[in-house]
T-cell receptor, first 115, second 113 residues
Framework: AQSVAQPEDQVNVAEGNPLTVKCTYSVSGNPYLFWYVQYPNRGLQFLLKYITGDNLVKGSYGFEAEFNKSQTSFHLKKPSALVSDSALYFCAVRPRRGSQGNLIFGKGTKLSVKP | DAEITQSPRHKITETGRQVTLACHQTWNHNNMFWYRQDLGHGLRLIHYSYGVQDTNKGEVSDGYSVSRSNTEDLPLTLESAASSQTSVYFC????????????FGPGTRLTVT
């Protein structure tokens, strides 16, 4: 079965430090890869995506993600965390074949950035 | 600006009642989706549509139905609300091509008592 794993339920980081939120997937082929962020009582907001090309993808709010094909991972990163980055982060993948628009979501990682 | 809206934002209903949650998008997207979000489960797909008159069951479709009579709207109906359907519901839309991201509405918090 196709799946997305976010191995950490919560990540705690001090403001100014780099952050990483991990994502691995088990999906056949080379899927499209996405990161979303959810602030309290809000819908999900798109952060960035990997389609093809450079393995390092840059997105909104200074976030970037690194695609690693051999490890089937797509970790979200930011060089210097802000308190305002505290939110729930979701990784999602979509197979390139057979599924026109359906995303497979991970269960989410809560990021807490302390001053 | 294009947007996706949901109504109502909050709803309390009784067990056994029929409930309809509205979703309206002005992106002119062909694809529309309904998800529910519950602690420990992340987002689960309920139903989806790839265009007018097209509807498909998702991972957790039992007890829910949708209809797509135009491009802009995909209402979600709970035929006979159950306490297990207490959740936060999100609607989303996207362009047809697979590399396009989905745009999410603000959500509807539904409580079934």
């Amino acid at each position: 079965a196709q799946s997305v794993a976010q191995p950490e339920d919560q990540v705690n980081v001090a403001e100014g430090n780099p952050l990483t939120v991990k994502c691995t997937y088990s999906v056949s082929g080379n899927p499209y890869l996405f990161w979303y962020v959810q602030y309290p009582n809000r819908g999900l907001q798109f952060l960035l995506k990997y389609i093809t090309g450079d393995n390092l993808v840059k997105g909104s709010y200074g976030f970037e993600a690194e695609f690693n094909k051999s490890q089937t991972s797509f970790h979200l990163k930011k060089p210097s965390a802000l308190v305002s980055d505290s939110a729930l982060y979701f990784c999602a993948v979509r197979p390139r074949r057979g599924s026109q628009g359906n995303l497979i979501f991970g269960k989410g990682t809560k990021l807490s950035v302390k001053p | 600006d294009a947007e996706i809206t949901q109504s109502p934002r909050h709803k309390i209903t009784e067990t056994g009642r029929q409930v309809t949650l509205a979703c309206h998008q002005t992106w002119n997207h062909n694809n529309m989706f309904w998800y529910r979000q519950d602690l420990g489960h992340g987002l689960r797909l309920i139903h989806y549509s790839y265009g007018v008159q097209d509807t498909n069951k998702g991972e957790v479709s039992d007890g829910y139905s949708v209809s797509r009579s135009n491009t802009e709207d995909l209402p979600l109906t709970l035929e006979s609300a159950a306490s297990s359907q207490t959740s936060v519901y999100f609607c989303a839309s996207s362009d047809s091509a697979g590399f396009h991201e989905q745009y999410f509405g603000p959500g509807t918090r539904l409580t079934v008592t």
